[in-house]
């Protein structure tokens, strides 16, 4: 099944998984979210789609709203913290040179800094944004932020992150018109969830012109 047609009709598929493989679905469920999220190979899976359709699904009465939405937090959260000790473990051990210009031990450093300042926020922000939210956890563990600090703010994002759009799903994704254009909507959210990161990139590369 290719994924661009999984993510773009995730509503079919999980009613087909729902209707065909039982309880299986919400292992199914855990293991996409997690991997997505604890797993650097694999930020091209689905997050904030899957979430919404799995809300709408749940509204139907195929899945335990709170069953699933439990699982999904748990498997977020667990993602995260896999994702942050990899980063913690492998970090100084690649980033160990003092002439390499993409491993030096400057940028291992710089990353230390920014994550004692600014990584609560980077957490939090990252578990909204597709990409980010496989790659912020890594690159916190790298800089090694407080483990104490990351664990609770991932926590939180976690929480808020399936709150909104299982919540989200549950109570409007079976309104007729949004049923009825669901492929559309779900082809929104993955534009908005991309546009912050999109802005950024382009303000990035702005900004580096102007200095030039």
């Known amino acids: 099944m290719p994924i661009i047609d999984f993510i773009l009709h995730i ?3 999980l009613i087909f998984m729902t209707q065909n493989y039982g309880a299986w679905v919400y292992g199914i469920l855990f293991l996409i979210i ?10 091209f899976l689905p997050g904030d789609s899957l979430l919404f ?9 195929a899945l335990d709203p709170v069953l699933v939405g439990g699982l999904i937090i748990v498997a977020a959260f667990m993602g995260d913290n896999v994702n942050y000790w990899f980063g913690r473990t492998t970090g100084p051990k690649v980033f160990s040179s003092h002439t390499s210009r993409i491993f030096n031990r400057k940028h291992l450093e710089k990353t230390e800094e920014f994550y004692a300042k600014h990584g609560h926020k980077a957490v939090i922000i990252a578990r909204f944004l597709p990409i980010f939210r496989t790659f912020i956890p890594f690159v916190a563990g790298i800089g090694r932020m407080p483990y104490s600090r990351f664990l609770g703010f991932s926590l939180a994002a976690s929480l808020m992150w399936v709150l909104l759009f299982v919540g989200a799903g549950y109570f409007f994704g079976n309104i007729p018109v949004v049923k009825k254009n669901f492929t559309l909507l779900i082809m929104a959210i993955i534009i908005v969830s991309l546009l912050p990161a999109i802005f950024g990139f382009i303000k990035h590369k702005y900004a580096k012109s102007e200095s030039v």
């Open 11 to 13: 509503d079919q598929h």
């Open 34 to 43: 997690f991997c997505e999220t604890g797993l650097v190979v694999t930020p």
């Open 53 to 61: 359709a799995t809300g709408a699904i749940a509204a139907t009465g």
